[in-house]
C-alpha cells in the first residue's frame, strides 16, 4: 500500500466552480502536511501548508484530519490558471518527504 | 533568492553506463531527496539524506545509489543504467521536518 493516496482525478471544471482533492496517508507519525502544485514540465512549488486547524489563502482553504488521516484542498471559483498538477505532500518523523501521485485539474471557459 | 541545481535538464546514456546526477542546494538546508517521476506514478522516493555522509533508501532504491559528501551537493548514480530507468529526476531540499521543500528544474534522462 502507497503511504500517500490521492485522488486520481482528472477532474475537468468550469470557470468559477468549486473543486475538492483528497489525499490519505498511512503513517500515523507523520508531521508535516503540504499542497503542491506542477504545471506542465516544471518542477513543483508549494501552494500552502496544511495546519491542524485548517486553513485558508484566498480561495484555497486546505484542511487536515489526523484522526482519519487525510487532508483536502478546497478550490473555489476555479480559474483558468488554476489548471495544473496538485500533489500532496506528506513529511514524515524520520526526515522523509512522500507525494500522492497527483491529480490534474483542468478548468475550461 | 532560493536555488536548487540540478547539473543537467536532458541527458541521453546507453544501457550499462555508469550515470552521475548532482544536485546542488545553497541553502544550508538539512536534508536532501531524489525522486523520480512517470506519467501516471507522481514522484517515488528513492534516496534521501538528512545530514552529511548520512542516506536512508526511499521506497525505490533499487539500481540507484548516492553521495552526499559535503552538505550542499547530493548525487544520485545509476550504476549501470538500464532502459527503465528512463525518467524525470528531481532533486529536492528541506530545511528541516516542517518547512516547504525546494525543487531543482528537473533532469529528463533517457537510457537508450
Known amino acids: 500500500r502507497k503511504e500517500v493516496e490521492q485522488d486520481p482525478g482528472p477532474f475537468n471544471v468550469p470557470e468559477g466552480a468549486t473543486v475538492a482533492f483528497n489525499c490519505t496517508y498511512s503513517?500515523?507519525?507523520?508531521?508535516?502536511f503540504f499542497w503542491y502544485r506542477q504545471d506542465c514540465r516544471k518542477e513543483p512549488k508549494l501552494l500552502m501548508s496544511?495546519?491542524?486547524s485548517g486553513n485558508e489563502d484566498g480561495r484555497f482553504t486546505a484542511q487536515l484530519n489526523r484522526a482519519s488521516q487525510y487532508i483536502s484542498l478546497l478550490i473555489r471559483d476555479s480559474k483558468l490558471s488554476d489548471s495544473a498538477t496538485y500533489l500532496c505532500?506528506?513529511?514524515?518523523?524520520?526526515?522523509?518527504?512522500?507525494f500522492g501521485a497527483g491529480t490534474r485539474l483542468t478548468v475550461k471557459p | 533568492d532560493v536555488k536548487v541545481t540540478q547539473s543537467s535538464r536532458y541527458l541521453v546514456k546507453r544501457t550499462g553506463e555508469k550515470v552521475f546526477l548532482e544536485c546542488v542546494q545553497d541553502?544550508?538546508?538539512?536534508?536532501m531527496f531524489w525522486y523520480r517521476q512517470d506519467p501516471g506514478l507522481g514522484l517515488r522516493l528513492i534516496y534521501f539524506?538528512?545530514?552529511?555522509?548520512?542516506?536512508e533508501k526511499g521506497d525505490i532504491p533499487e539500481g540507484y545509489s548516492v553521495s552526499r559528501e559535503k552538505k550542499e551537493r547530493f548525487s544520485l548514480i545509476l550504476e549501470s543504467a538500464s532502459t527503465n530507468q528512463t525518467s524525470m529526476y528531481l532533486c529536492?531540499?528541506?530545511?528541516?521536518?516542517?518547512?516547504?521543500?525546494?525543487f531543482g528544474q528537473g533532469t529528463r534522462l533517457t537510457v537508450v
Open positions: 529536492a531540499s528541506t530545511r528541516d521536518r516542517v518547512t516547504e521543500a525546494f
Open positions: 503513517n500515523s507519525a507523520s508531521q508535516s
Open positions: 496544511v495546519y491542524s
Open positions: 505532500v506528506v513529511k514524515g518523523n524520520n526526515n522523509d518527504m512522500r
Open positions: 541553502m544550508d538546508h538539512e536534508n
Open positions: 539524506s538528512y545530514d552529511v555522509k548520512m542516506k
